[in-house]
């Protein structure tokens, strides 16, 4: 079991660390945005690796708000870049376009 636990590691850790080289690389910010959805599910799937292992259940709800924050964030995220703002050198097409 304990192969297991550390072979689960060593990949949480190197998703981690590419999900973090992601975030600061970019170059859009979907791309980190993305990243950082990535990132979360990394840190869940370490939390849950860690309650199996330990055979305890305490960090079920902690899972549930993590879960709920990430998808919120990813929602907000999303509606955020998909609203357009003209540029400087468009002309301005109004609610009639």
């Known amino acids: 079991m304990t192969v297991v636990l550390d ?3 060593v990949v949480l850790f190197l998703a981690a660390a590419c999900s973090l080289a992601r975030i600061v690389r970019g170059p859009s910010m979907l791309d980190r945005a993305m990243a950082l959805d990535v990132l979360l599910a990394v840190i869940m ?5 860690a309650a ?3 055979g305890d259940t305490w960090v079920l709800p902690t899972l549930l708000a993590l879960s709920l924050v990430a998808f919120v964030g990813s929602v907000a995220v999303a509606r955020f870049l998909t609203q357009h703002v003209p540029l400087p ?3 301005d ?5």
């Open 89 to 91: 050198d468009e002309p």
């Open 93 to 97: 097409q109004g609610a009639d376009a």
């Open 45 to 49: 799937a370490g939390l849950g690796t």
């Open 7 to 9: 072979v689960v590691t």
């Open 52 to 54: 199996v292992a330990d």
